[in-house]
């Protein structure tokens, strides 16, 4: 049985992905300091004699026992709300954990898959973003600390494939949503459903015309997994290229929840990005993948699982810096 240690596992895209390894077969380490993750999340696993689960911080020292074969650091605050609440521990986790998690792979001869993000690009010059562009990235600006952070753990990743001759993948993430978001994690999916849940207007930054990409954690999960199966080392990205603006998004919402809501606007945040749509070309061509969810499905599944939460769930509120 082939063991697959998940960093960041009791989060939204961790706890997916220790579902999927579960399904293929894998004996999965699940590990988490729970700062931002959930254990209810994988509390369905726990039972399982496959599954075993570490509280710790993965910007200490990781000792694993035994034989390794894969490892997939997921492990970081990915919402504006979190990152900018607890911005050195974001700054550690992509410096610090990347490299304690490096040398274990070198350790192990394992495998390491990182998750970065397309905020690599920050507020791009270029449109749709592929993976020749730098970014336009402030590394002193509020979203400096993750954006700065993700791409030290891109560097710092090729540093050990080419140095060491480490067998790593880097997967550039863009906006991804799904069952177990946190209500109040300020990302705009979970804030809208929220918020159209509770009866109040839709807040909208600036005048809602930057634009996003939303790619469903199915489709998320099934691209992470084939590129880790590939041999591709260079940075991927992962995310659906249907691009939409916020104003558009928040109309959709009140669609499908049949609410009477407004869209309120409010200032738009600084660093916040215009545009967010990923060039998946590459993904196509080496993975043989592209996302298959349709935004309406999945906002509907999505609907679905806000809605399921209890009274006292639901008055818990996001305090939104980004859209």
Not at 33 to 41: A, S
Not at 70 to 99: N, R
Not at 130 to 147: I, K, L, T
């Amino acid at each position: 049985m082939k063991k697959v240690l998940i960093t960041g596992a009791a989060g939204f895209i961790g706890s997916h992905l220790c579902d999927r390894f579960i399904r293929e077969g894998f004996y999965v380490i699940a590990m988490d300091n729970l700062i931002t993750g959930d254990l209810k999340n994988i509390e369905h696993l726990f039972p399982l004699k496959q599954f075993e689960f570490y509280h710790h911080d993965v910007t200490t020292f990781v000792h694993i026992p035994g034989k390794l074969d894969y490892i997939l650091h997921f492990a970081s605050p990915a919402s504006p709300i979190d990152y900018l609440k607890i911005p050195i521990e974001t700054l550690k986790v992509g410096s610090l954990g990347t490299l304690n998690l490096l040398g274990l792979a070198k350790e192990k001869n394992a495998t390491i898959l990182v998750a970065s993000t397309s905020e690599v690009y920050g507020d791009p010059l270029v449109h749709p973003q592929n993976e020749d562009y730098y970014g336009n990235v402030s590394p002193v600006g509020p979203r400096g600390v993750y954006d700065e952070a993700k791409r030290f753990m891109e560097s710092i990743t090729m540093a050990y494939h080419r140095f060491h001759g480490v067998d790593t993948r880097i997967v550039r993430i863009f906006n991804t949503y799904g069952s177990r978001m946190r209500l109040n994690d300020g990302r705009v999916v979970p804030a809208f459903m929220g918020q159209a849940l509770r009866g109040e207007d839709l807040t909208v930054f600036g005048d809602g015309k930057q634009t996003r990409s939303f790619c469903y954690i199915d489709d998320q999960v099934e691209g992470i997994y084939k590129l880790l199966m590939s041999k591709y080392t260079d940075p991927i990205n992962i995310g659906n290229p249907h691009e939409t603006t916020i104003n558009e998004f928040a109309g959709e919402i009140i669609k499908l929840t049949g609410t009477t809501q407004k869209i309120i606007h409010k200032p738009l945040p600084k660093d916040d990005p215009m545009q967010r749509q990923p060039d998946i070309t590459r993904a196509r061509e080496i993975l043989n993948w592209e996302p298959k969810v349709e935004r309406a499905v999945g906002l509907k599944r999505v609907y679905e699982y806000f809605s399921s939460l209890s009274p006292e769930e639901l008055k818990i509120k996001e305090h939104r810096e980004f859209s």
